[in-house]
């Protein structure tokens, strides 16, 4: 549907748990973009003919950072197939916008400033304060900015996480090991927002009475979660093969779970959405089994391989659905879109090249009437035999690299996994000079590479590195060998 000057759209906020408006202010054929307006109105229900001409523009102080501002965005104008017209009055605003937008929606804005009015004024005050100052506090010894909005205590060594209720801004907190206060001050912290927990060796972990929105915990010994009511994003990292149990407001049904891993019987029964990383082997039909109120998958695999796809479908719920770099379903266990009724947004990349040809074919009309569709790098039979032990797989079909930088790097890296195995079967002792020219070679390999055209960036910067880094550890640790020594003639060596 293609939106008309002043029209008004309304959408069901999952995060409110009521309807939210939007208007189209401005229509720019010439680079077919329109303005959209978050509007000051939210309902249970859909609003009469009255309240739409009442509606006024939102605005937006939650970020003292950009002070109070509308809400304005620059999107496609392409309304999304979720979105309802509500009726069209004259533009409520003039003003553009800088940054454009893939999506239309942003009842994040709204959420947040509704957030951040429940929060005492002086703790308001404070903060907007200390955002618009240069002072310093002292820290555990050290000079602190007062307007610090992330801390790591891995660079700031504090001994009471008490302490830090001497920043007012801090939003971001990052811990490398545990503080017996720290739930104490996580609850204390109206703005903290998102938490990062590792190496805390704690069985039962409590963030009730928070107001966290996302939070990452290192898994190894935990056995028991239990989160605060507001919470939209668990990440669950390291060692999550050992039964645990989160403890979510109505079974998780507003919470994202994300892990490398898929993890089922959590108690999570009414799970909204999962992401899924790092996947080999993986059978849909225990998603559907384990999560059957799911509006939102995402499943990545590193490449992986589908059982039972087709099972999708009896996700009813679904509106959003992506996979990337999986692989065993064919056209036929694609679904009808009439099985997906919900479905607003399916993304698919590096997938078998029937299958993305059936999807392309079948989503076609819905795309046209609102489904934000995307399917990409269709791979032949071929190249998963070619690329299931290439690192630099993703590569191939990336616009900014030439699928011959793509193929070139796939080859260095067969080269250097050879040399290097070879070196460890014959266990020569002048291995680290051995390591010197092959370190050296791989670096060369991709300078050269992107001499003529300067595309590797910091994505592939790290990912070089990090293969590289792979590439060492085949070397026992029984072996006369410095690895960091390597590593370091590589930064020295590399151009990008």
């Not at 979720?82 to 454009?100: R, V």
């Not at 190496?199 to 009475?209: A, C, E, I, Y």
């Not at 195995?421 to 991709?446: Q, S, T």
């Amino acid at each position: 549907m293609q939106p008309k000057l002043g029209d008004v759209y309304c959408v069901f906020s999952r995060r409110m748990q009521k309807y939210i408006a939007y208007q189209i202010t401005k229509l720019l054929i010439d680079n077919d973009r329109a303005i959209l307006l978050l509007l000051d109105w939210s309902g249970d229900e859909l609003p009469k003919e009255n309240e739409i001409h009442s509606m006024r523009p939102l605005f937006m102080d939650f970020n003292p950072l950009f002070g109070k501002r509308l809400c304005i965005y620059d999107v496609k104008p392409k309304v999304p197939r979720n979105y309802i017209l509500a009726g069209n009055i004259p533009p409520l605003s003039d003003e553009y916008t800088q940054f454009s937008n893939l999506t239309w929606e942003y009842d994040d804005d709204i959420y947040h400033q509704l957030k951040w009015m429940e929060i005492p004024e002086e703790k308001r005050n404070a903060f907007e304060s200390a955002i618009k100052c240069d002072k310093k506090i002292m820290l555990s010894g050290q000079e602190v900015p007062a307007a610090s909005f992330r801390i790591e205590d891995s660079g700031l060594d504090f001994k009471s996480a008490m302490e830090l209720g001497a920043l007012p801004c801090l939003s971001i907190l990052h811990c490398e090991r545990w503080h017996d206060d720290l739930c104490e001050y996580v609850r204390s912290n109206p703005f903290l927002r998102i938490l990062d927990l590792r190496n805390h060796g704690h069985k039962s972990l409590d963030f009730r009475g928070s107001r966290l929105e996302r939070l990452s915990i290192q898994m190894d010994t935990v056995e028991e979660i239990y989160l605060n009511d507001e919470m939209e994003k668990l990440s669950l990292t390291r060692n999550i093969d050992h039964a645990f149990v989160v403890h979510a407001k109505d079974g998780g049904k507003r919470l994202l779970l994300q892990s490398d891993m898929f993890v089922a019987e959590c108690g999570l029964p009414n799970l909204g959405g999962l992401h899924c990383s790092g996947l080999g082997e993986f059978d849909m039909s225990k998603v559907v089994a384990a999560y059957p109120e799911l509006w939102e998958l995402r499943l990545w695999g590193k490449p992986g391989y589908i059982r039972n796809f087709r099972d999708v479908s009896l996700l009813k719920n679904l509106e959003k659905f992506s996979t990337d770099n999986l692989f065993g379903f064919t056209a036929e266990d694609i679904p009808e879109p009439d099985e997906m009724p919900k479905l607003n947004w399916f993304w698919m990349s590096s997938l078998p090249e029937d299958a993305a040809k059936a999807a392309r074919r079948l989503y076609k009309k819905p795309s046209e009437n609102g489904l934000d569709l995307w399917i990409g790098m269709a791979r032949k039979p071929e190249w998963l035999r070619e690329n299931l032990d290439n690192p630099f797989r993703d590569w191939d079909g990336q616009e900014h690299i030439s699928t011959t930088n793509a193929r070139k790097a796939a080859a260095q890296y067969r080269k250097t996994r050879s040399e290097i195995l070879k070196l460890v079967e014959n266990h020569p002792d002048d291995l680290m000079i051995k390591m010197e020219g092959i370190v050296r070679d791989y670096a060369e390999a991709f300078n050269k590479m992107d001499k003529r055209k300067n595309f590797i960036e910091t994505v592939e910067r790290e990912q070089i590195f990090e293969v590289l880094d792979g590439l060492l550890r085949l070397i026992p640790e029984s072996f006369d060998f410095d690895k960091n020594t390597m590593l370091e003639l590589f930064e020295g060596t590399r151009d990008f």
